[in-house]
C-alpha cells in the first residue's frame, strides 16, 4: 500500500460496541441508516468528511462480516477501528492511546504445521501493516488538540485477556502494546481487499486479574477519548 493518503471522500469507522461509536455519532449530520447482514450502517456528514458508521459487535467474525460488508457496499477510502483495549506494555496506563504499527493476530496458531504463531495462511503474514500515511495523519491531528499517541502493535483475538500469564505471552511471543478483539480482523479484511486501514484504541484495562473491574469503570471513558481523537481528525 502507498505511505500517503489521497484526498479522502468518505471515511469508514467501525467500532465494536455502542459506546465505542456514540460520541463520533454524536457529531455527525444528515444520518442515513441501512441495515447489512444484521449491522446497522450510518452514512453522514463528520466534519468536513463523508463518514460511514458500523458498531459491528464483539469479536473477529463479526469484525470482519462488518469490515466486508462496508468496503462492498460504501466503498470507503480508508477505513478505522477505533475503541477500547487492555495494554500490555509495561508503562502504558489507563486512558492512554495507542495507534497500531501493525496487528497480528494472537489465538491464530498453526505451529504445529511448522508456522510461525500469528501466521495467516493464504497471505502468509504473522503483522499486517498499519497505512503509514493514515496513522500519520491521526497522530498529528491528535498532536494539534494536545494528545500524544503511542504507537505499537495491538494484538487481537476472540477472548477478553485478564490474566497476568497471558498478557505475558502476547506481549513477549508478539511484542503488542495493547490487546482486543476486532482490529486485527478488520486489518485482514482491509488488507486483502487493498482498503488503507489503521487502528486506535484506548487503554481501559491492565490485561490482568483486575482488568473486568477496571473495564466497568473506565471503559466509557477510554472510548470516549478514542472518540474525541476521530472527531478531531475530520473537523
Not at 495494554?87 to 489465538?107: C, F, R, W
Not at 508456522?115 to 502468509?124: E, F, K, R, T
Request: proline share 3%; net charge negative.
Amino acid at each position: 500500500m502507498v505511505s500517503t493518503i489521497r484526498k479522502i471522500n468518505k471515511a469508514g469507522i467501525i467500532c465494536a460496541m455502542e459506546l465505542e461509536a456514540e460520541g463520533i455519532l454524536s457529531a455527525m449530520t444528515h444520518i442515513s441508516e441501512k441495515t447489512v447482514s444484521g449491522i446497522i450502517f450510518r452514512e453522514g456528514t463528520l466534519g468536513k468528511t463523508r463518514a460511514v458508521v458500523a458498531v459491528c459487535g464483539i469479536g473477529k467474525v463479526f469484525a470482519a462480516i462488518c469490515a466486508e460488508a462496508m468496503i462492498l457496499n460504501y466503498s470507503p477510502d480508508l477505513i478505522i477501528n477505533t475503541g477500547v483495549a487492555g495494554g500490555l506494555e509495561p508503562g502504558l496506563k489507563i486512558g492512554d492511546t495507542v495507534l497500531a504499527t501493525s496487528l497480528v493476530q494472537h489465538d491464530m496458531d498453526t505451529s504445529p504445521l511448522g508456522d510461525p504463531a500469528g501466521m495467516i495462511s493464504g497471505i502468509n503474514l504473522v503483522y499486517l501493516p498499519a497505512h503509514e500515511g493514515l496513522s500519520d495523519f491521526i497522530a498529528a491531528r491528535a498532536q494539534e488538540s494536545g494528545i500524544t499517541l503511542h504507537r505499537g502493535i495491538i494484538a487481537s483475538g476472540d477472548r477478553f485477556v485478564a490474566d497476568k500469564t497471558e498478557k505475558i505471552r502476547i506481549r513477549e511471543q508478539f511484542g503488542a502494546s495493547a490487546c482486543e478483539m476486532e482490529g486485527a480482523s478488520v486489518a485482514h479484511v482491509c488488507y486483502v481487499n487493498n482498503v488503507p486501514f489503521a487502528v486506535l484504541r484506548s487503554i481501559s484495562d491492565g490485561g490482568d486479574e483486575g482488568a473486568a473491574t477496571d473495564y466497568a469503570a473506565f471503559a466509557k471513558s477510554a472510548a470516549e477519548k478514542s472518540a474525541k481523537i476521530i472527531k478531531g481528525a475530520f473537523s
